[in-house]
Nanobody, 114 residues
Framework: VQLQASGGGLVQAGGSLRLSCTASERTVNTMGWFRQAPGKERELVAALKWGSTGVTQYADSVKGRFTISRDNARLTVYLQMNSLQPEDTAVYYC?????????WGRGTLVTVSS
């Protein structure tokens, strides 16, 4: 499975960005976004699992500001990021799999200026 991510960029604090991640195959039921800031560990930002036991998960630091959603027809997951803050600056990675994150896309850089 290949993942194509896009949507990063430079935005001022308080602004918004939307990240997109498209999977090449339907053999996944879990997709999510991770991020890694300079000098920090990679962390889960948001994840979505669909099917009989659907789950949506967010990091505490983004709850109420970020929204993960899915377009099943396009095999695409979106991460709408609002009220961005400088601490959201990181490389964001899309990941997917069947109940786990087995496949990873290239990172996309999000920079939030103060």
């Amino acid at each position: 499975v290949q993942l194509q991510a896009s949507g990063g960029g430079l935005v001022q604090a308080g602004g918004s960005l939307r990240l997109s991640c498209t999977a090449s195959e339907r053999t996944v039921n879990t997709m999510g976004w991770f991020r890694q800031a300079p000098g920090k560990e990679r962390e889960l930002v948001a994840a979505l699992k669909w099917g009989s036991t659907g789950v949506t998960q967010y990091a505490d630091s983004v709850k109420g500001r970020f929204t993960i959603s899915r377009d099943n027809a396009r095999l695409t997951v979106y991460l709408q990021m609002n009220s961005l803050q400088p601490e959201d600056t990181a490389v964001y990675y899309c990941a997917a799999g069947w109940g786990a994150f087995d496949y990873w896309g290239r990172g996309t850089l999000v920079t939030v200026s103060s």
